[in-house]
T-cell receptor
């Protein structure tokens, strides 16, 4: 079965600093995808970044980068130069392959990030 | 490009009443998902449609929940009768092509959600 673990219930960071949000996963599928979503207080889930299990390079999208360590089964999100608008819940999610329900997203419990001025 | 639309945004009902939620996916997206997000948890998939057929409804409480996507576009999720534990945010998402295996086509995009409170 697929499982996503986010061990940090809350994180604090000062504006303009970088922050790393942890995510570890477990799956028996050789092919899978890892996603990070942001959920502001308004409730909408906003797609941030994607990493495929066969991707050789770590994914980057603007200020977001994904530190993918396949052997450790970790997919940490790094936000550089934090902004006040980054305050939100952040969810790590995994899409399995054919063995575990292709296209089904399994989410972690989330990390609440608070950016202070 | 318009995003995923959901209505209503908020709903308060008493237990044993019925409620329905509506979702309109991004134009051209073949796959539609309904998730339930209980406070303090990540979203949990309830049902997945590919066009107007059900792909996965293994976690849908079928004794009280039902969903349909009649013309392969918009969808409704119904709860009848509601229980206190159904209080949650119900999120709809859509993706272009779930079998593509490339992020541009299989990433799921979410709507704003419907916050349901059952009293």
């Amino acid at each position: 079965a697929q499982k996503i673990t986010q061990t940090q219930p809350g994180m604090f960071v000062q504006e303009k600093e970088a922050v790393t949000l942890d995510c570890t996963y477990d799956t028996s599928d050789p092919s899978y995808g890892l996603f990070w979503y942001k959920q502001p207080s308004s409730g909408e889930m906003i797609f941030l970044i994607y990493q495929g299990s066969y991707d050789q390079q770590n994914a980057t999208e603007g200020r977001y980068s994904l530190n993918f360590q396949k052997a450790r089964k970790s997919a940490n999100l790094v936000i550089s130069a934090s902004q006040l608008g980054d305050s939100a819940m952040y969810f790590c999610a995994m899409r399995g392959g054919w063995n575990t329900g292709f296209q089904k997203l399994v989410f972690g419990t989330g990390t609440r990030l608070l950016v202070s001025p | 490009e318009a995003g995923v639309a959901q209505s209503p945004r908020y709903k308060i009902i008493e237990k044993r009443q019925s409620v329905a939620f509506w979702c309109n996916p991004i134009s051209g997206h073949a796959t539609l998902y309904w998730y339930q997000q209980i406070l303090g948890q990540g979203p949990k998939l309830l049902i997945q449609f590919q066009n107007n057929g059900v792909v996965d409804d293994s976690q849908l409480p079928k004794d009280r929940f039902s969903a349909e996507r009649l013309k392969g576009v918009d969808s409704t999720l119904k709860i009848q009768p509601a229980k206190l534990e159904d209080s949650a945010v119900y999120l709809c998402a859509s993706s272009l092509d779930p079998l593509a295996g490339v992020p541009e086509r299989d990433t799921q995009y979410f709507g704003p959600g419907t916050r349901l409170t059952v009293l």
